[in-house]
């Protein structure tokens, strides 16, 4: 997995015009609606992969 993520949408307006912005890693400004915003990989779930279909369950 790579430490960078690159998003295909703006969270925001959801345009596609987006460009790294230089202020930090994971750092990326909206053309469309002039916002800057940053993603941050956090860790992954401690539950796993594991599906639970099951209705009722403990969580
Ligand atoms: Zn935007």
Redesign the pocket.
């Known amino acids: 997995m790579s430490e960078r993520a690159a998003p295909f949408y703006?969270p925001?307006?959801?345009?596609e015009d987006l460009r790294p912005n230089p202020e930090g890693h994971g750092a990326w400004e909206?053309a469309?609606?002039n916002?800057a915003f940053q993603l941050k990989f956090l860790g992954l779930l401690s539950r796993g992969l594991q599906r639970n279909d099951g209705g009722g369950e403990q969580i």
């Open positions: 703006c925001y307006c959801g345009d909206c469309a609606c916002r």
